[in-house]
DNA sequence: GATGAATGAGAATTCATTCAT
DNA sequence: CATGAATGAATTCTCATTCAT
């Protein structure tokens, strides 16, 4: 932690990576592409990861965290369903980002889940701890369907990013975060 | 003096292909896995595609043409809903292999997206195709709000399709079409 | 020799492949655009030529026969620099063909030589045939040293018709000719 | 601690490729061959070269300057005459490796020409500062027609290295390079 | 620790040639 | 004889990973 090197060639390189991960997809990303958008030699990046595998790894583990900051975020709103139409504003906030490259979160989990390594597990875990949250605060709004009403949030959200990615249209996203909003509001008591 | 070539290796390639890329993902898949599948001996597949994208091009047609044939055969149903539930208990229907590999076309969808051949345009088509059939059942039943509820329901197919998936749980998909069912029966005027 | 047949399959083989060996080159000349400039199914090809090497062998044979025609109608003229001079102008016929393609002769002499096979031979003898004519030329213009007239005039038509390609100027060639024209006036008694 | 590296795997590269293209030829090189001939493994081609294309283009460099070296060393001579013997001299010093190969130039050129990447061109570049060299000193002869002489000359060396290639006749080169020599005497003023 | 270079295991693609009717 | 289809060997190219300093 002094600043004899840049401070963290390893976040570096893991933040590189989430970006690029997103942009390029995990299959089309090379080692090189992280490397340089980290401004690490390729080489080095051995130093940090033995592997191709644990650099993404590393990676899901920086998205989660950014993840985890946000809903960190959110719990200081007062009331459930201000904190889960946070969240789908947050979900929603760069439609124009998503349309080029969808949900950087699940563009993952579907391209990692074709792969026998370990990786789906990881953004699996990530994906968990959103839901695990969307299900809490519908089980504070008092509804005793709350696993049913958190996927079906967040298939929605998930579902319409694919829409919006395939067909390269960010209103897509808007008008559905809308309908979703409203839909929240209908179910308070 | 057999029935001698088996007839349509065209086809049989073609329909490997969407299999294969369906379990294994584009850019796992290599000629090889889908030749192999096939069972036609790599070098010939050139006779039939000139390139790997033609393959690819081939599938999507496919696969394209599969959906069709389900549509076609929706219309016979008499109510916009009847068609909608049973639209939605085919997507459903099969939910361990959702939760093993995805929905076949929401997975080719988010990983030709990617590309910047015109694949992902091939894949865009064949999911406009059957997102405009769901707003004309929507319209159909009076709603003024067709074109939004048809993106809602598909993304919610979608979306859960990709949790199914991520948590390889099929009991997700099995539920959420439930409850998508009863919101459809919630619509009726 | 009914026409039960197209006339010469063979011919029609070999003479396409004249053509195209020229225009694309030996090395990138595949069979199929031999058989598709003759109208030849390829698999058909082979029942005339056992081998590529014995269709090129055939096309060598073709273009040979080619060259000794327009010699023999050469033979017509009275006096040997009538003869050679209207044989230059019969080579620098067509200065833009060879701006774009070379001389048919050198390049396959050029692209035959790297090869091992026996080709090399073939074309060869069809150079000779024209380099002896051309040396008989000047030994009957009473030139003791007509063999070293007779490789000079062959190398600078071959010659400038590589420059003419490589520059893809039409005008070099047309140039040297006049040049060789008035050389060979000089030569007279 | 040895002298590690031996220095300049790239310029062994594109060394290399010059021998290699012109014993094999263009079209019949393979990348194999010329990562063998320079003792470096293929994959490792690619670090140097991101394409075959690309070596080609740096083998044809190297070529050039060969020959910029070889004309700078002319310059010393004090005639235009002396400079274009010893040019002369210089193209016909090996006419066995002539024989066999032909000259290096001419057969690049001749190949090259069938390509539509633009090779071609660089080719081309390097035949014309010769054959500009070659003007220049006619032009300080006094000549008028300095470009057409330059031409002639060109010409004739490349030809008659196509006709020794063919023929697989040293002497001829050897023969006709005394008649151009001579030829070049007898344009002294 | 840092780094440019090295290496080899695939992958797509091309094509002469052969085969089955 | 004719012909669409089949086949496999060769070739270029890519990249994760390793090595030598």
Redesign the pocket.
Known sequence: MTDS?RPG?RERLAGAAVQVLHERGV????????ARAAD????????????????IQAAIGEHGRELDTLIAGLEQLPTPQERLKALLRGWMSRPDVTARYGCPTGTLASELDKRDDGLDKAIAGVMRRLLDWVETQFAAMGRADARELAVGLFASYQGVALLTNTFRDPELMTVEGHRLERWIDSLAV
């Open positions: 090197k060639k299959e089309k990303t090379t080692l090189a592409d992280i690490v030699p390729v080489g080095n990046v051995y130093y940090y990861f033995k592997t191709k595998d644990q650099l």
